[in-house]
T-cell receptor, first 112, second 115 residues
């Protein structure tokens, strides 16, 4: 158990709909990350936060993607509007030491 | 532009034999390297890491080798066990001696260990 809850675990939606993915890491971490995994591109970093502040969002593919971290134990990744090419598994992870990150189980998103 | 490359999408080995997973990188600023293991329907889990000041790190059945001049690292698993069957991701970070949290991952290699 990596101490990360992601919801929903599976999401199926139609193109154009808004999608919100949620992450609840255990408290006491310093860093929180959002990743996307696809067959074509593997595991890509989208954005990461330090002490709830976004540090690097250069991996966010488009303005349709946004992420927030209102407090130390909750973060959201929103896609609006969603497109079929957004279909992927989205992971949230947290880090406290410099050499490890702890990943949640992921949310499998399918956009029809 | 893939800065971390795992050129073998899959690898199959017999139980008890050695598994060797390879990873190449292009960014000379990377100074910390990690391997993660991922089972289906789960998130990746940390396996082993190595700093660029070393060329080898060992942890039980797992050993990571780093060849900085070739920009190449490998993960050796010996002996391989059926429970090792998973996708293995190579990751790199830097500069920062590991204090740079931003990880760049390869696409992964699916290891299958046959009984």
């Amino acid at each position: 158990d990596a101490g990360v809850i992601q919801s929903p675990r599976h999401e199926v939606t139609e193109m154009g709909q808004e999608v919100t993915l949620r992450c609840k890491p255990i408290s006491g971490h310093d860093y929180l990350f959002w990743y996307r995994q696809t067959m074509m591109r593997g595991l890509e970093l989208l954005i990461y936060f330090n002490n709830n502040v976004p540090i690097d969002d250069s991996g966010m593919p488009e303005d349709r993607f946004s992420a927030k971290m209102p407090n130390a134990s909750f973060s959201t990744l929103k896609i609006q509007p969603s497109e079929p090419r957004d279909s992927a598994v989205y992971f949230c992870s947290w880090g406290r030491s410099y050499n490890e990150q702890f990943f949640g189980p992921g949310t499998r998103l399918t956009v029809l | 532009d893939q800065q971390v490359k795992q050129n073998s999408p899959s690898l199959s080995v017999q139980e008890g034999r050695i598994s060797i997973l390879n990873c190449d990188y292009t960014n000379s600023m990377f100074d910390y390297f990690l391997w993660y293991k991922k089972y289906p329907a789960e998130g990746p889990t940390f396996l082993i890491s190595i700093s660029s000041i070393k060329d080898k790190n060992e942890d039980g059945r797992f050993t990571v080798f780093l060849n900085k001049s070739a920009k190449h690292l490998s993960l050796h698993i010996v002996p391989s066990q059926p429970g090792d069957s998973a996708v293995y991701f190579c990751a790199a970070s830097g500069p920062g001696g590991g204090s740079n949290y931003k990880l760049t991952f390869g696409k992964g290699t699916l290891l299958t260990v046959n009984p």
